[in-house]
């Protein structure tokens, strides 16, 4: 047998594979899916199991190093992280060179490119304690350099982390607390954010991961990869989902346009409208992080008191396109998107920092595919070959 950049340059043979459907770029032990059955877990565990018993450090652990941690592991882990959440003062200033109408996932992609420049001689890929260490620091910052997008945003003063408090009520205060002013973590919204966070962590090759594998498998550091990971993490048909779901229910409620009309729009493919929150790569019956979400944004409301006529609005329109051929053939379900949005309005968070919810909660993920790519021995840089169509050989005009 041989491999198939050898079987390549000996035959001339390539696979044409456009968005990479039917090509595996790695093997990996973090995460499996079945898309037919709607199964995801990581290591092993369900992800009903983890959603409900688990937190989001304790699964970043599990997915970092493979096992669930013991209690002391978990707790020193917390504690690392916790002694590590303060951004450098001179970082801060990086902010105020931003408009503040700068997109959060722009902000937030450029400030973890920033990070790596006050870690100058830390960030060797081959060294186990400048990778565990850069793990614990993004772990710790990233939400920092978040909170502190969304209150540049605000035109609202940063606060310093709160380091008594866990990491989501941590989070939440740097998000919602104002300077001097007692802030009270709301138990509601403490519960539903560490559930979606969990829901996130990781989803194996996906966009923002193969970029992340890619850019580490050049060397470049997790500094470098985390940030272009990002920015891969931006785009609507991947995570600026759940923000494009929430721009599409708001110009539905605003047009005054019904449920049905807009669906006949989608399905006549016209320019520029598509089910945003519908449709998955590899969830072809139901994505099973959406069936917790759903779940989760009813008792949220509910809990929070909150009505929102965009929750019913989305309610409508799954049951009209789950009812609807189009969809049922193509095998066309609400994704993870569908639902959070939703939530992440009730909690108060401004529609642009959807995105970036969801980069904080897929950190882990990516830290573990990235450490698993580079410790790889069979890990090559990444370099997708192509079929050449354009022009055959010719002369520049005048040299013949
Ligand atoms: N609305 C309407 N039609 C759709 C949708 C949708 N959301 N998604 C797919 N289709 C249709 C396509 O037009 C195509 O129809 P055709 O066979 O008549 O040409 C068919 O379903 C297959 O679609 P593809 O684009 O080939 O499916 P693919 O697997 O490449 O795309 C994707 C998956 C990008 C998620 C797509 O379903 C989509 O754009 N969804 C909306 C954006 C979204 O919600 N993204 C979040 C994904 S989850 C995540 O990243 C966390």
């Known amino acids: ?37 709607g199964i995801l877990r990581y290591r092993g565990y369900p992800i009903e199991q983890l959603a409900k018993n688990s937190s989001y450090l304790e699964v970043a652990w599990l ?49 973890v490119s920033a990070l790596s ?37 605000v035109g609202q003063a940063f606060l310093y982390p709160d380091n008594s408090l866990s990491f989501v009520d941590n989070f939440l205060k740097l998000n919602f607390g104002v300077h001097s002013e007692q802030y009270d973590v709301n138990p509601v919204m403490s519960k539903a954010l560490e559930l979606l966070l969990i829901l996130h962590e990781d989803h194996e090759q996906n966009a923002s991961t193969s970029t992340v594998r890619l850019v580490g498998s050049t060397g470049a550091n997790q500094f470098a990869s985390i940030s272009a990971g990002i920015q891969a993490l931006s785009g609507p048909l991947h995570g600026g989902a759940n ?5 599409m229910l708001g110009r539905i409620r605003d047009s005054g346009e019904s449920v049905q009309r807009f669906v006949e729009r989608v399905k006549n493919k016209e320019e520029g409208v598509k089910l945003m929150g519908f449709g998955h790569r590899v969830y072809k019956n139901y994505d099973p992080r959406a069936k917790l979400v759903k779940e989760s944004a009813d008792e949220v409301l509910r809990e929070l008191g909150v009505k929102d006529p965009l929750l019913d ?80 050989e010719r002369n520049y005009p005048g040299t013949v």
Do not use: C
Not at 10 to 24: C, E, I, R
Not at 66 to 86: K, M, N, V
Not at 91 to 108: D, G
Not at 243 to 247: D, I, R
């Open 1 to 37: 047998s041989i491999d198939v950049s050898t079987f390549t340059r000996q035959t001339g043979h390539t696979a044409l594979d456009y968005g990479f459907v039917n090509t595996s770029a790695t093997k990996s032990e973090i995460t499996y899916i079945d898309g037919d059955e």
């Open 63 to 111: 997915l970092l190093y493979g096992e669930l941690p013991t209690a002391s592991e978990l707790s020193d882990f917390d504690d690392r992280i916790r002694r590590h959440t303060l951004l450098h003062e001179d970082l801060k200033h990086f902010f105020s060179a931003l408009p503040h109408t700068a997109h959060p996932m722009s902000v937030l992609s450029s400030a």
């Open 117 to 153: 420049t006050y870690y100058e001689g830390q960030t060797d890929p081959h060294n186990p304690e400048h990778v565990e260490l850069n793990t614990v620091r993004m772990l710790a910052k990233l939400p920092v350099i978040a909170a502190y997008a969304h209150k540049k945003s």
């Open 243 to 247: 923000e494009a779901v929430l721009t």
């Open 313 to 392: 609005l989305a309610k409508e329109l799954e049951e009209i396109a789950l009812a609807d051929d189009y969809f049922v053939e193509r095998r066309l379900y609400p994704n993870v998107d569908f639902y959070t949005g939703v939530i992440y309005k009730a909690m108060g968070f401004p529609t642009r920092m959807f995105t970036v919810l969801f980069a904080i909660g897929r950190l882990p993920g990516w830290l573990a595919q990235w450490r698993e790519a580079v410790g790889d021995p069979q890990t090559k840089i990444g370099r997708p070959q192509q079929l050449y169509i354009g022009s055959p």
